[in-house]
């Protein structure tokens, strides 16, 4: 069975740097197009940055040019290195499978929290 693990969050200040990482297991990441997710309290979840099984990167308007994802094959984890971190960062990050229109798949895992001070 899939299994996505999510780790790396955690309290940073505004301008900090944070690095998640999405451990799977059960799939090959590079076999996927996978995605990174955030639900903040209140809203609704939202696709933060995706990467293609051919390298296409998507991001989130509001996270463009301070988020990257990246994959390493061969320790099958996708991760998402975070900087110049805003308050409005603050919430619980989610890696995924993702379909043709980013929309994400069935493998959610505990997520992880992220949280930026002001």
């Known amino acids: 069975q899939v299994q996505l693990v999510e780790s790396g969050g955690g309290l940073v200040q505004a301008g900090g740097s944070l690095r998640l990482s999405c451990a799977a297991s059960g799939t090959v990441v590079s076999a996927n197009t996978m995605g990174w997710y955030r639900q903040a309290p209140g809203k609704q979840r939202e696709l933060v940055a995706g990467l293609s099984r051919g390298g296409l990167t998507k991001y989130a308007d509001s996270v463009k040019g301070r988020f990257a994802i990246s994959r390493d094959n061969l320790k099958n984890t996708v991760y998402l290195q975070m900087n110049s971190l805003k308050p409005e960062d603050t919430a619980v990050y989610y890696c995924?499978?993702?379909?043709?229109?980013?929309?994400?798949?069935?493998?959610w895992g505990q997520g992880t929290q992220v949280t930026v001070s002001s």
């Open positions: 995924n499978t993702a379909g043709r229109y980013w929309e994400p798949g069935a493998y």
